[in-house]
C-alpha cells in the first residue's frame, strides 16, 4: 500500500516549493488550493452557492472575485466559517478522485493542504509533513512577497492555526529558515526513504 502522506505549513512557509521538488522527484502531489480553484470556476455549482450567500462576489464576466470575497472573510471567522461548508466538500470530492487514480499508479501521494489542521484533515492521510518557519521569518517573506504592510500580514498569519501549533503534531518537520540548499538537502534524505519502500 502506497503512503499518503499530508503536506501542510503556514502561508509564506515554502510548502509550495517543497511540493514542486517533490513533484519532480517523482510524488503525485496533489494541491488543495488548485482543487479549490476547480471547485469555483466559472460557471460551477460552488461559485453558484457561493454568489448567493456572498452577493457582489462575482466579477462581470461570470468569474468570483477574490480579492472582495477575502476582504469579506479575513477578519470575519463566522463568514471564513460560511464559505468553508461550501468549498470543503467540493474540494474534497475532487482530491480524493486525484489520490485514487495515483494510488492506481502505483505512486506516492502528497496532499498538498494549507488548512489541514484548521479543517482536521488528519484522518484523510497516513502521515503529516510540515513546512516549517518561525514567526519573523514567515512574516517578512509574507510582506515581501505579497507587498503587505506589517498588519496585514500579521491578519493573514493569525487567521491560520500557528506554526509552533502544526510543527508539535507533525510526524515530519522540514525546516525552511535557511536556504533553499538546506531545505532540498532534507527533502533529498525524505525521497530516499520514501522511494526505497
Known amino acids: 500500500m502506497m503512503t499518503v502522506i499530508g503536506l501542510t505549513g503556514g502561508i509564506a512557509s515554502g ?8 513533484s519532480e522527484h517523482g510524488f503525485a502531489v496533489i494541491d488543495a488550493d488548485i482543487a479549490a480553484r476547480k471547485a469555483v470556476e466559472k460557471g460551477s ?3 453558484q452557492q457561493i454568489s448567493e450567500v456572498f452577493p457582489g462576489t462575482l466579477n462581470e464576466d461570470g468569474t468570483l472575485n477574490r480579492k472582495l ?6 477578519n470575519d471567522k463566522e463568514k ?6 461550501i468549498v470543503h466538500p467540493i474540494v474534497r470530492n475532487i482530491m480524493d478522485e486525484e489520490k485514487d487514480a495515483a494510488l492506481k499508479q502505483g505512486k506516492a501521494v502528497i496532499m498538498d493542504i494549507p488548512l489541514l489542521y484548521e479543517n482536521h484533515l488528519e484522518h484523510t492521510v497516513d502521515e503529516i509533513w510540515v513546512v516549517y518557519v518561525p514567526y519573523y521569518i514567515q512574516k517578512s517573506r509574507l510582506m515581501e512577497r505579497n507587498n503587505l504592510s506589517e498588519s496585514e500580514a500579521d491578519a493573514r498569519i493569525n487567521s491560520q492555526m500557528p506554526m509552533e501549533d502544526k ?5 515530519v518537520v522540514i525546516d525552511n529558515s535557511d536556504d533553499l540548499c538546506a531545505l532540498y538537502q532534507q527533502l533529498d534524505s525524505l525521497i530516499k526513504k520514501y522511494t526505497s519502500i
Open 15 to 22: 510548502k509550495t516549493t517543497v511540493a514542486n521538488y517533490l
Open 45 to 47: 455549482n460552488g461559485l
Open 69 to 74: 470575497l477575502g476582504s469579506i472573510i479575513f
Open 80 to 85: 471564513r466559517e460560511i464559505l468553508n461548508q
Open 167 to 171: 510543527r508539535k503534531k507533525a510526524d
